[in-house]
């Protein structure tokens, strides 16, 4: 493969940079690996603009040799990957940097020679020398990324909620909403993410993408998306603390539908307000939302929870841990407890034993050499799933993921791993 092919890594420059030119023909690779309609030249500035903002790192895979008459012309990768890296909360409000995968793309013509496996190793084994702990990805397909030591860490559903007469929220409100010109969420969008962000066990800082997305201002095709409308939620204090971004399906949608771009409340008051808001809205009968949590408090709060119709339960976050003892060590725990837990990683990254000792939630992580028995073993990939406290240990083992040469370790561990609330993540990537 050596001689075929070269790796390039690079980040995306100003417009007279060699990165640009590079990362114009790198989003063309994506696009061929994605089935994405061609870019137009606007969108492409656009997106690289936002690279540039998040400090993404691309890397493509070249032709090294002459391409065949007439195909993409060898400066076109045919594999591409990229990273980008923020905050991930661990629970308890803690913050640990994570290393973002994204964008993973190889050609058809060029599948199944190894270029997947080779770019994730070498970048995995990258971040790990440069003292990252975690890595991250959302995954199109569930059977990829186990093998390379990721496991399910958070989940999300779909939903489409009956705003119909039947839908009563036993909520007395504190706040109020009110309609704005989403164009403000451009702004504000990130200082309310930051609020939640603080709030949610799972949540991963957002991309640049994301304010220009929710606020109309960027569409898919580079264009601005003027169906976006926008609510606002003001606490008591008439501070802004929740929005939600949603769109109108048009008046051919039977029964009339809103669908939600983006929600995101910094309170629980302000999570059921934007509903009750939702509920409210004027010859609208449903409202749909793809990102929905799956632990949802709504349907606790609903008269009827059968308003809420949820489908394409799936995995969201997936969690690759790139240094055992760091990422234990991070961590705040619910119980206080010792497990000694044995990691198993082929990639060779984060194994070992590790002795985990919690004191008052505060943790002490150790290295074990010699030959002291584990309460229990696991794959690095089950690691990353229990990780956040969002999958059950007890469950892992009976599914024969996690073994526990210690009876009851795994509901010990069930204990020490809980978090605040449900694990969810806000940011797709
Ligand atoms: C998925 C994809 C990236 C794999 O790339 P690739 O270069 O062919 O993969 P490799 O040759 O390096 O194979 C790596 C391993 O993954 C396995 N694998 C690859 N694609 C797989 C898939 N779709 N499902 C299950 N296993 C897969 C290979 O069998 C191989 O296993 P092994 O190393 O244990 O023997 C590529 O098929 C692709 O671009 N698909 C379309 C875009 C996509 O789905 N991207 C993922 C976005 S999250």
């Known amino acids: 493969m050596?001689?075929?092919?070269?790796?390039?890594?690079?980040?995306?420059?100003?417009?007279?940079?060699a990165g640009y030119a590079w990362g114009t023909e790198w989003l063309r690779g994506v696009g061929v690996g994605f089935y994405d309609d061609r870019h137009k030249d606007e969108f492409v500035d656009k997106v690289l603009a936002m690279y540039r903002v998040d400090n993404r790192e691309m890397t493509g895979v070249y032709q090294t040799g002459d391409v065949a008459a007439h195909s993409l012309a060898s400066d076109v990768p045919v594999a591409t990957f990229a990273t980008l890296r923020k905050e991930l909360n661990i629970g308890y409000g803690r913050q640990l940097p994570a290393h973002m995968v994204t964008a993973v793309t190889v050609r058809g013509t060029h599948r199944r020679q190894g270029l997947l496996r080779r770019m994730m190793t070498e970048d995995l084994t990258a971040a790990r020398a440069d003292g990252m702990a975690i890595?991250?990805?959302?995954?199109?397909?569930?059977?990829?990324?186990?093998?390379?030591?990721?496991?399910v860490a958070t989940f999300e559903r779909s939903i489409t909620v009956d705003t119909g007469p039947r839908f009563q929220l036993r909520h007395s409100a504190t706040g109020r909403a009110e309609i704005a010109d989403p164009r403000v969420l451009l702004d504000l969008a990130p200082e309310v993410f930051a609020r939640v962000h603080r709030l949610t066990p799972g949540s991963l800082g957002r991309q640049e993408a994301y304010r220009q997305r929710v606020s109309g201002a960027l569409s898919k095709d580079g264009t601005e998306d003027d169906g976006v409308k926008c609510a606002l939620h003001y606490d008591a204090d008439g501070t802004v603390d929740g929005y939600v971004s949603y769109k109108f399906a048009g008046w051919e949608a039977k029964p009339p539908t809103v669908k939600i771009v983006d929600l995101l409340a910094a309170s629980d008051a302000a999570q059921l307000e934007l509903w009750q808001f939702l509920g409210g809205i004027d010859l609208v009968e449903r409202v749909s939302w793809q990102e929905a949590p799956v632990d949802d408090p709504l349907g606790w709060a609903l008269e009827d929870p059968r308003c809420i119709e949820a489908s394409d339960h799936r995995?969201?976050?997936?969690?690759?841990?790139?240094?055992?003892?760091?990422?234990?060590?991070?961590?705040?725990?619910?119980?206080?407890?010792?497990?000694?837990?044995?990691?198993?990683?082929?990639?060779?990254?984060?194994?070992?034993?590790?002795?985990?000792?919690?004191?008052?939630?505060?943790?002490?992580?150790?290295r074990v050499e010699g030959d002291r028995a584990p309460d229990l073993v696991m794959d690095v990939a089950a690691l990353g799933s229990i990780y956040l406290g969002g999958v059950c240990p007890v469950t892992l083992a009976a599914a024969g993921r996690i073994s526990q040469p210690t009876e009851g370790a795994a509901l010990?561990?069930?204990?020490?791993?809980?978090?605040?609330?449900?694990?969810?993540?806000?940011?797709?990537f």
């Open 2 to 17: 050596a001689e075929k092919y070269e790796i390039r890594r690079f980040r995306a420059a100003e417009k007279a940079g």
């Open 135 to 151: 890595a991250a990805l959302t995954a199109s397909e569930a059977s990829i990324y186990g093998r390379f030591g990721y496991g």
């Open 315 to 366: 995995d969201m976050l997936w969690l690759r841990i790139l240094d055992t003892e760091a990422a234990l060590a991070a961590r705040r725990y619910a119980a206080d407890g010792t497990l000694v837990v044995r990691i198993l990683d082929g990639l060779d990254l984060a194994g070992g034993t590790f002795e985990l000792a919690v004191h008052d939630g505060g943790a002490t992580v150790s």
């Open 412 to 428: 010990t561990a069930r204990r020490m791993f809980g978090v605040e609330r449900a694990p969810h993540c806000l940011t797709h």
